[in-house]
């Protein structure tokens, strides 16, 4: 049976990016014919895919990537699981990157939510990345994730993912693989949310000395939450706290101290151990080395 696969995620500082880039060329180098999207700015674009998922004749794989923000996936990518539409011969692959603190309940909530609209999955994976709120730590929790080996475990999952709807008859992941967690690390882990980092993050302010109004901020912002009014003005109620706006700004107009945060993140690092930190998920008839560091 012919496969067309699609690839949509959201990236605020790249890591997720650049999976879903080499899941792209595996998928390309496979000969697999691939849609890209990215979530947040192009809603055209999204909705143009949900139309070719919903009326191609072959069968279909969605690969869906969020990065984990207070141990979930991103609203906006859950949002994008919920419009998937419903149709046979359908079958997803979540990924999420997570900044070594936890990686939370994000794969499990999104396997759940894609078993939820009808979709099979034929893998999953988490990979460890550089924590993209400690870009000026001394040492970064995750720093060089993603590195060569989580690439190669990558491509490895896309083309035993690939290999395995080419056959007739494939084998489907367990959801209940995705929940991973130890039970007591979940009851912690699950509670927590995005409005519980938005009072633990410091407010970011412009200082309207310093900006220029180049409009970096605004164009880098992941959800559209910045306007240039004349200064940058944030929409509390679509930002995600990506501080992509911070780390950017070419003038350092925001005056904002995240060192607090960076004990908090390492604590959390070192109560929810996790190893491997990276890890593709792949049906029993598949599994070829499942664990990575
Ligand atoms: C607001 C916020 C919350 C985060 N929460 C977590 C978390 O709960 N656990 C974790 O390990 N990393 C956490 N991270 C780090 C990101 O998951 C990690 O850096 C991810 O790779 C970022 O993906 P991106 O580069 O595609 O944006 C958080 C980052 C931000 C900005
Ligand atoms: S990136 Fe910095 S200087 Fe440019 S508009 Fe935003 S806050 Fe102002
Ligand atoms: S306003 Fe800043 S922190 Fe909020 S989502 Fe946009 S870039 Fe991220």
């Given amino acids: 049976m012919e496969l067309k696969s699609f690839v949509f995620y959201c990236s605020p500082a790249g890591t997720t990016r650049h999976l879903g880039e080499v899941i792209g060329q595996t998928l390309a180098a496979l000969s697999c014919p691939v849609e890209s999207c990215v979530l947040g700015r192009d809603e055209e674009r999204v909705k143009r895919l949900l139309r070719e998922i919903a009326e191609s004749r072959e069968r279909v794989c969605v690969f869906v990537g969020s990065p984990v923000y207070s141990s979930h996936?991103?609203?906006l990518v859950m949002?994008?699981?919920?419009?998937?539409?419903?149709?046979?011969?359908?079958?997803?692959v979540p990924f999420v990157t997570w900044g070594a603190a936890s990686s939370g309940v994000a794969l499990a909530e999104m396997g759940s939510a894609l078993a939820g609209r009808g979709y099979l999955l034929p893998g999953a994976a988490k990979v460890v990345a550089v924590h993209s709120l400690m870009?000026?730590?001394?040492?970064?929790?995750?720093?060089?994730?993603p590195d060569a080996a989580d690439d190669?475990?990558?491509?490895?999952?896309?083309?035993?993912?690939?290999?395995?709807?080419?056959?007739?008859?494939?084998?489907?992941?367990a959801v209940e693989v995705l929940s991973y967690q130890p039970p007591a690390a979940a009851a912690v882990l699950a509670p927590q949310n995005l409005e519980m980092a938005k009072q633990l993050l410091p407010p970011r302010e412009v200082d309207?000395?310093?900006?220029?109004?180049?409009?970096?901020?605004?164009?880098?912002?992941?959800?559209?939450?910045?306007d240039l009014d004349p200064f940058p003005v944030?929409?509390?109620?679509?930002?995600?706290?990506?501080?992509?706006?911070?780390?950017?700004?070419?003038?350092?107009?925001?005056?904002?101290?995240?060192?607090?945060?960076?004990?908090?993140?390492?604590?959390?690092?070192?109560?929810?151990?996790?190893?491997?930190?990276?890890?593709?998920?792949?049906?029993?008839?598949?599994?070829?080395?499942?664990?990575?560091g």
């Fill in 79 to 92: 949002d994008l699981i919920d419009r998937l539409p419903r149709r046979p011969e359908a079958w997803a």
């Fill in 152 to 173: 190669k475990i990558v491509a490895q999952l896309v083309r035993e993912v690939v290999s395995s709807l080419r056959t007739p008859d494939p084998e489907p992941l």
């Fill in 234 to 292: 944030c929409d509390d109620s679509s930002c995600i706290v990506c501080f992509n706006c911070v780390r950017l700004c070419p003038e350092r107009a925001f005056s904002v101290d995240l060192n607090p945060i960076f004990e908090h993140i390492r604590k959390r690092a070192r109560t929810f151990m996790e190893s491997p930190a990276s890890v593709i998920f792949l049906p029993p008839d598949r599994l070829v080395d499942p664990g990575n």
């Fill in 135 to 145: 870009w000026e730590a001394a040492s970064p929790a995750g720093a060089g994730h």
């Fill in 73 to 75: 996936a991103l609203p």
């Fill in 208 to 226: 309207e000395k310093l900006c220029t109004q180049c409009g970096v901020c605004v164009d880098n912002c992941p959800v559209a939450a910045l």
